[in-house]
């Protein structure tokens, strides 16, 4: 940093020069999102809060005004780069050229300071950083650094047991109470439709399909839920944290949270499958009079419903269909069983599911044999 200095506008300025491998190793405080670092003397970069404040918006390649003391004048903007706090600061980071920085009256060529980059500095202790660092100032003529040992001593402190417990705590509660709140949707979700699914099964669809079909809603609410939730939590990390978006950790993050959510999906979705397959249906018992028709307009229309389904959903099992009627009349009995009906049976008096208005029984296994 040259020098901090108010301008007229009313904010301070931070003249820097850096370049490029300091640029690199000072990323975190500063970031060049476009654009390059400047080379004339009458060249700068600014951030986007300078350029929207005092800057009228100026692009690359336009003008902007300097008035400070030792900076003051018409400057060409060659780069755009990303501040730090600089609102809550009132004050604004200018990089200026190698050229300008000569240029400048306290300029002074022994005045620096010198940034070290150790690539294995997470396998160095604070006694190989320490003999490093003044290996490279004796070597460079540079005065001998002063080790800061309390952060050596933060920074190189051992991963917190206490505290990664506590985080996988939370993840696994996490984990518990989205199955158990994506299980009840769907609970809720199959007792609203388990007439729909009974009628399917009127019609002759097995337990397999009944499965195949909740598994698909399910597969896809569960995917519709997963990309909603993930588009929100990028919007609300970005916004939150604009200056720690890192694309590929954001990536690395959805497709975890993704496998993640599929699981949790799968899983969750099991029992409510089970429930919605129900137990086997063996045949059906119908009553020649209904309340809102006659046996043999139902038997067609499940027959030509079954058919329909049959051709996406193939195959379908077609259920015995037998009439169960007090009636004799051997009339009505061969043109029930001339139309296809698997049996017709006449009994006198009440029987399982008989109604005086009529009804349609569903007989299973362990009754009808």
């Known amino acids: 940093m040259l020098a901090v200095e108010p301008a007229e506008q009313g ?29 004339k003397e009458d060249e700068v970069v600014v951030s986007r809060y300078f350029l929207s404040n005092y800057g009228a918006d100026a692009g690359i390649g336009e003008k902007v005004m300097l008035s400070t003391e030792s900076f003051h004048g018409e400057y060409t903007v060659t780069g755009i780069m990303e501040g730090y706090k600089e609102k809550e600061v009132n004050g604004t980071s200018i990089l200026l050229s190698k050229e300008a920085l000569k240029g400048w009256s306290g300029y002074d060529p022994a005045d620096y300071r010198a940034y070290v980059h150790f690539k294995n500095e997470q396998q160095m202790d604070e006694t190989e950083l320490t003999a490093r660092s003044r290996e490279i100032a004796k070597e460079y003529q540079l005065e001998m650094p002063v080790m800061n040992l309390s952060y050596m001593k933060f920074y190189k402190q051992p991963v917190n047991v206490s505290m990664l417990a506590l985080v996988a705590g939370i993840a696994v509660l996490v ?67 604009s200056r720690g978006f890192n694309l590929l950790f954001y990536a690395a993050a959805i497709v975890l949270t993704a496998l993640l959510g599929r699981f949790m999906v799968s899983i969750a979705i099991r029992r409510p499958v089970k429930i919605a397959a129900g137990k086997e249906i063996e045949l059906i018992l119908c009553d020649l009079e209904l309340p809102d028709g006659t046996a043999m307009e139902l038997f067609h229309t499940l027959r030509r419903v079954a058919g329909m389904f049959q051709m996406k959903n193939p195959p379908v099992r077609l259920l015995p269909f037998f009439i169960l009627t007090e009636s004799n009349d051997l009339a009505t009995e061969y043109e029930y069983r001339h139309e296809g009906v698997n049996d017709y049976i006449t009994a006198p008096g009440e029987y399982p599911g008989a109604d005086p208005a009529g009804s349609v029984f569903c007989g299973m296994k362990s009754l009808y044999i």
């Open 11 to 39: 904010y301070n300025a931070s003249y820097i020069y850096c370049d490029e491998e300091t640029m690199y190793i000072a990323r975190d405080q500063m970031k060049l999102l476009e654009g390059r670092l400047p080379q």
């Open 175 to 241: 984990i518990i109470g989205g199955y158990v709140v994506i299980q009840s949707i769907f609970r809720i979700s199959i007792n609203d439709k388990i007439q729909s699914y009974g009628q399917l099964r009127t019609i002759g669809t097995t337990p397999k399909q009944i499965r195949s079909i909740v598994k698909k809603e399910g597969r896809f609410l569960g995917w519709a839920g997963i990309g909603i939730g993930i588009l929100l939590g990028c919007a609300a990390g970005f916004a939150l944290f």
